[in-house]
C-alpha cells in the first residue's frame, strides 16, 4: 500500500521558518511528480509548489521567493523549507504524488503562523 507521511508542521511566529518532509513508500519514488498543497479553513486546496520526477520546480505566486521545494529520489522523500512566513501561510498542508493513472495524497500536517 502506498503511503505519503508528512512530518514538520507546527506553530511558528510570523517571519519564521519552517521545514515539511514527506516521505513516501513504496512506490517508485523517482517517476512521480511530488507537490505541496495547502488547505486553510473555508477555503479551496490549492498548490503551493511542485517538482517534477526530473527535477522542474513551479510555486504559487504567493510563495515565491519564500518557499523552496526539493526531492530526494534515493531517500523518497520531498521536502518544502519554508521562510519568511505569514499569518496567511496558516493551512493544513499536504503532500501529494502524481503521474498518469495514479495519484496519492498524504494525511496533512497543521502549520499555524502566529504571533
Known amino acids: 500500500q502506498v503511503q505519503l507521511v508528512e512530518s514538520g508542521g507546527g506553530l511558528v511566529q510570523p517571519g519564521g521558518s519552517l521545514r515539511l518532509s514527506c516521505a513516501a513508500s513504496?512506490?517508485?519514488?523517482?517517476?512521480?511528480?511530488m507537490d505541496w498543497y495547502r488547505q486553510a479553513p473555508g477555503k479551496q486546496r490549492e498548490l503551493v509548489a511542485a517538482?517534477?520526477?526530473?527535477?522542474?520546480?513551479n510555486y504559487a505566486d504567493s510563495v515565491k521567493g519564500r518557499f523552496i521545494i526539493s526531492r530526494d529520489n534515493a531517500k523518497n522523500t520531498v521536502s518544502l523549507q519554508m521562510n519568511s512566513l505569514k499569518p496567511e501561510d496558516t493551512a493544513v498542508y499536504y503532500c501529494?504524488?502524481?503521474?498518469?493513472?495514479?495519484?496519492?495524497w498524504g494525511q496533512g500536517t497543521q502549520v499555524t503562523v502566529s504571533s
Open positions: 513504496p512506490i517508485i519514488f523517482s517517476s512521480y511528480a
Open positions: 501529494h504524488a502524481a503521474r498518469p493513472y495514479r495519484e496519492y
Open positions: 517538482i517534477t520526477s526530473g527535477g522542474d520546480t
